[in-house]
């Protein structure tokens, strides 16, 4: 059975940084795409970051400058640092995990950035 599961999300205040980790059992790490999206209240999913096994990564607008991800192979995790959070990075923050042509989401974590 394939779990993907997030967790970290909070209440941060402007400027302030968080660590999103996402946890995967399950799955095939080591050919799995691993991407971090998020979904701010009224709008589309949109992508952040994504990241291959061998650590290739690529960014959207929307991550690029302020975030980082990166992973850990031996224990089938992705992390997505986020730094100087602003309020318009509030959203529900989603893992999703493609092997193939199969895809797993998890169920999401919420940031809110607020003072």
Do not use: H
């Not at 997505?80 to 959070?85: D, E, F, T």
Request: glycine residues 12%.
């Amino acid at each position: 059975q394939v779990q993907v599961v997030e967790s970290g999300g909070g209440l941060v205040q402007p400027g302030g940084s968080l660590r999103l980790p996402c946890a995967t059992s399950g799955i095939i790490f080591s050919i799995a795409v691993m991407g971090w999206y998020r979904q701010a209240p009224g709008k589309q999913r949109e992508l952040v970051a994504d990241i291959t096994s061998g650590s290739r990564t690529n960014y959207a607008d929307s991550g690029k400058g302020r975030s980082t991800i990166s992973n850990d192979n031996a224990k089938k995790m992705v992390y997505l640092q986020m730094n100087s959070l602003k309020p318009a990075d509030t959203a529900v923050y989603y893992c999703r995990a493609s092997v193939g042509r199969a895809e797993y989401w998890g169920k999401g974590t919420l940031v809110t950035v607020s003072s």
